[in-house]
């Protein structure tokens, strides 16, 4: 078990457990949150290297939760992957403009979700 | 306020230094106030204690309590703190920190010892992080106004009388169109430690209290005290302001270059507020930024119509000069051409953005323009080598100028148009397409080619950019700043570079800083590179900028061609 935190948000449950059980095994420590206001209510205690952060999400979505996490003094540095059903110029774009760093078109791939995490985490180290 | 610290880590040991030192605190070395003794204790406000296998966090912990202090542990990334030692602090820092977020744990340290308890629901820890986000300023760690209104009132009524600085910070809009909104954040950043270092070098200790603050409209305030006799206190202020002015000003010119600071302008005005039992003190806080702001707008306002006579004397007296800036083939990094920037050689008007901007005020864009293509063609046309092209910008409103229009190349020196490229801003093409596609057909029929300029900035689709079927895409410099790290970024200039081959279309990246840079966008297969790396000495290091800078000093091609007296 390394000591990297990873925070997975979505609102789907199945999606989240698959998440979980395949980073875990991947050696990541692994939290989750149903929504965006859980997600900030983890930043305090878990302070992730990496979010992945569901765009379609009841309440506050994805990229609003990404805007306040990328602004935020303390935690602007964690990484922000958005997990996105369509990945069109226009999406990306707002992608950009909320401040994320990376994105995994749905239905994720597992092998992809891996490799994405590696190299936002090899970004973090380059960019500390 | 009063800190006893124990840290090895120097890089916290330093940062810890500095905010005591900005912040007026007296700070101790845990080593030298506490003995090992458990029931050893001192009077203080705050412990920041970095955390060891070794550290017994309930002794700690009881030591800060018997001290009155708040406890702040920080621990290293590598050691897992547990909860239950996270339970026993105030607040807790992961390293490598920052500085904004070292004065955030703080302050939340203090404040949740001072009786506020721990955040309990869910829904509370979101809207902490939340009102976080909007009370701190993530680029300059200052808190904003409606943090740090409390304590000015406080020191207004116990001093009776307090200065406000209120330092306005303005830029030409085309810096974010130009250079992305991340130059300017980092522009806003340089700025915040310039107010702090300015702040730390001026003001003993003691004598001034000062605190420093940040609003919506990236404007800063500071609140201060002179003291001196109501004589001196004007000009004293006036003194003040125009040396954190100047100060300013040149820290960012520094920082970021003459053409950065160019487009940005800071101004600092200053206002007095007195207690008056009769008024509510938030009202003579508020009133007295206002008059701050005020005498800030006010020296804007001098200073832009004196820009304005000046831009007349320049285009009377032609004082303008060519840069040319490289194109690289990035492949095999061959100079492809030259951008031609112009400048003012009045130092205020040395930018090009300023000087349109300049020329847009005073209704003399045509003018400029016209001086400016004649020079641009003049000064490069012989030396150009066989197949590199020339690339000028237009302006939108050259457009209307019938001269432009009815442009004749042999008169304006162009022997061949098909080696030179108009560049046209993504924005403006595709606000007035149809227009647009009239002149542009009269320009291609003459020979001329073109590239839209700042593609990809959001503004406009692939669609609208595939329609005007230009040969050059400019890629807009927001896509390029720190490529290397942003995987979204090289997956939109990935789409960008396979829609141009599609199109038939060439690809250029503008705004290429870092060899990092270079790199991504070369794996990418952008065709051509344009930034600093290539001329600027700075960078003379790469292989790529010594092959650029060898074509630039080769002696048939001067760097920049100076015209006009100066």
Not at chain 2, 181 to 200: G, M
Not at chain 2, 214 to 222: E, K, S, T, Y
Not at chain 2, 307 to 329: C, M, N, Q, W
Request: aromatic residues 8%; contains cysteine.
């Amino acid at each position: 078990m390394t000591d990297i935190n990873v925070l997975v948000v979505d609102d789907d449950p199945n999606a989240l457990d698959i998440v979980r059980t395949y980073l875990e095994s991947k050696g990541y420590k692994v939290w989750t949150a149903k929504d965006g206001q859980e997600a900030l209510a983890h930043m305090e205690q878990v302070r992730p290297a990496i979010v992945l952060l569901d765009v379609m999400m009841p309440g506050m979505d994805g990229w609003e939760v990404a805007r306040i996490i990328k602004n935020h003094p303390t935690y602007g540095r964690t990484r922000v992957v958005m997990l996105t059903a369509r990945s069109d110029f226009a999406d990306k774009h707002e992608g950009l403009r909320s401040g994320a760093d990376d994105y995994i078109v749905k239905p994720i791939q597992l092998h992809e979700l891996g490799e994405r995490i590696e190299r936002n985490l090899k970004a973090l180290e380059k960019t500390a | 306020m009063k800190i006893v610290a124990q840290i090895r880590d120097a890089a916290l040991r330093e940062l810890v230094g500095k905010v005591a030192t900005e912040l007026s605190a007296e700070l101790f070395d845990a080593a030298e106030v506490l003995t090992p003794d458990a029931a050893s204790h001192v009077s203080a406000d705050l412990f920041i204690v970095e955390t060891r296998t070794d550290t017994d966090v309930q002794r700690v912990r009881a030591q800060a309590r018997r001290s009155g202090a708040a406890l702040l542990l920080a621990t290293s990334p590598d050691a897992q703190l547990a909860n239950s030692a996270i339970a026993d602090a105030d607040d807790w820092i992961r390293l490598p920190t920052t500085e904004a977020e070292l004065r955030m744990r703080m302050e939340t340290a203090r404040s949740r010892a001072a009786g506020m308890s721990h955040v309990r629901t869910a829904a509370d820890a979101a809207e902490l992080v939340r009102y976080e986000e909007l009370l701190y300023d993530k680029l300059t760690g200052f808190p904003t106004l409606p943090v740090m209104i409390e304590r000015a009132r406080e020191l207004l009524e116990r001093r009776g009388e307090l200065t406000v600085l209120y330092i306005h910070f303005v830029w030409y809009e085309k810096i974010e169109e130009i250079y992305g909104w991340q130059k300017l954040d980092d522009v806003l950043e340089t700025t915040a430690q310039a107010v702090r270092h300015f702040y730390a070098e001026e003001h003993s200790p003691g004598e001034n209290l000062m605190m420093v603050s940040h609003v919506a409209d990236d404007d800063f305030i500071l609140f201060t005290e002179v003291r001196s006799s109501p004589d001196a206190a004007e000009q004293r202020l006036r003194v003040i302001s125009e040396k954190l002015e100047i100060f300013l000003r040149s820290t960012v010119e520094t920082a970021h270059g003459d053409d950065i600071a160019a487009l940005c302008g800071i101004y600092v005005g200053a206002a007095t507020i007195f207690r008056n039992p009769k008024i509510r003190t938030e009202r003579l806080l508020y009133r007295g930024i206002r008059e701050g702001a005020q005498a800030a707008r006010g020296a804007e306002d001098w200073e832009r119509s004196r820009k304005v006579a000046d831009l007349k004397s320049t285009i009377r007296d032609g004082a303008v000069f060519i840069e040319y800036h490289p194109i690289i083939v990035t492949a095999t990094e061959e100079v492809y051409g030259f951008e031609a920037l112009a400048r003012g050689v009045r130092r205020e008007l040395r930018s090009p953005e300023v000087l349109f901007e300049v020329a847009a005020e005073a209704n003399m864009v045509w003018e400029l323009s016209r001086l400016l293509r004649k020079r641009a063609v003049s000064g490069i046309m012989d030396e150009l080598k066989d197949g590199q092209f020339l690339f000028l910008n237009i302006d939108p409103h050259d457009f209307d100028d019938p001269m432009f229009r009815n442009l004749d190349p042999d008169e304006l020196g162009i022997p061949d148009p098909s080696r030179v490229v108009l560049e046209i801003t993504e924005r403006t093409a595709i606000k007035d397409y149809p227009r647009f596609q009239e002149y542009l057909k009269d320009f291609r029929a003459k020979g001329f080619k073109f590239a839209v300029d700042d593609a990809g900035s959001g503004y406009a689709g692939l669609g609208s950019i595939a329609n005007l079927a230009p040969d050059y895409i400019k890629l807009d410099i927001s896509l390029i700043a720190n490529i290397d790290t942003n995987f979204l970024k090289q997956n939109l200039v990935e789409t960008m570079v396979q829609f141009a081959n599609g199109q038939g279309a060439m690809v250029i990246a503008e705004g290429v800083e870092r060899p990092e840079e270079f790199e991504t966008v070369k794996q990418i297969g952008v065709h051509f590179t344009q930034g600093f790396l290539f001329h600027r000495p700075r960078y003379a290091g790469h292989p790529a900028a010594r092959k650029a800078s060898h074509v630039l000093h080769s002696g048939n091609l001067p760097p920049a061609v100076e015209v006009g007296d100066s």
